[in-house]
């Protein structure tokens, strides 16, 4: 394999990486949210249910706001049960760490194994990486705004820097 071929491939894997990489980030932040509107809907549903549960025990002059605070308990949950958190949740995580494991392959493919193969076996290799960049793309929910934004000031911040590249001596 010639050393355009290599720059080639090299490169696509490059493409790759930070497209998994600002992918990831974005779907952990969309995690993130997602959990936080879980909890800001289910503890005062939880509260809610409780109160509406003591107030029924303490007396019939409460039953008013027992009743009041069950309704608002049982719409709460309602909400929460139509927006599917949980399932939102597992889906962001799931292609978070997709992205992940596509973001460290794509490195570890350009920065040590490429140097080392044929042609036809790193175009294989390279396929096998754009195959997988596809299917998680395809199954991939479509986060937020905000969750983008989120993830661009983490990466923008050195939250996708590691220490042992800082100290790496830069080629000749």
């Known amino acids: 394999m010639d050393n355009r071929q290599r720059d080639q491939m090299s ?16 779907q952990f932040e969309q995690a993130k949210i997602w959990r936080g509107t879980n909890l800001s809907l289910g503890t005062p ?8 549960g003591a107030a029924t025990l303490a007396s019939t002059a409460g039953r008013y706001w027992a009743a009041v605070a069950a309704l608002s308990a049982a719409a709460l949950s309602a909400v929460m ?18 992205y992940l494991a596509l973001q460290q392959d794509a490195r570890v493919f350009y920065d040590i194994d490429l140097a080392t193969m044929e ?6 290799a ?9 299917e998680v793309n395809k199954s991939a929910p479509i986060p937020t705004k905000r969750a983008y934004r989120r993830a661009r000031k983490n990466i923008e911040g ?15």
């Open 119 to 124: 042609y036809d076996e790193a175009r294989a």
């Open 81 to 98: 049960t139509s927006l599917g958190l949980s399932r939102h949740i597992e889906q962001a995580q799931t292609a978070a760490n997709a």
């Open 45 to 52: 549903a939880t509260a809610l249910a409780a109160i509406a």
């Open 126 to 134: 390279l396929g096998e990486i754009i195959a997988r960049q596809q």
């Open 158 to 172: 050195g939250g996708q820097d590691y220490n042992v590249d800082e100290n790496e001596p830069t080629p000749h």
């Open 11 to 26: 490169n696509e894997a490059k493409r790759i990486e930070e497209s998994a990489m600002w992918s990831g980030q974005g």
